[in-house]
């Protein structure tokens, strides 16, 4: 059961890999209205600062789930490790 279930997540692992490429393309689609906001506003700070907020939450929506993909891959394999003797 634990190798089916280990299995299961690497799979649905390297689907989410997919997912995370398309949420880059979806950041960059979100970051050129804001870099053209920006030139549009002279370059005040309040524009750059702006700017960087919606960066940095495009950013952040695209490195949390990378993050969170990795330590769900590690957990898995750290578990199939564990169970892997007890079987052999």
Known sequence: MSVTLSTFL??????????IIFNEVRGVILA?????GMYQAGGSAMAIWL?????AGIALSVIVPM???????RYAQAKLAERQPATA
Do not use: D
């Open 10 to 19: 690497a799979g649905l692992l390297k689907v989410g890999w997919l997912a």
């Open 32 to 36: 050129v209205p804001v870099l053209y």
């Open 51 to 55: 700017g960087f907020c919606s960066l």
């Open 67 to 73: 993050i969170a993909a990795k330590k769900l891959e």
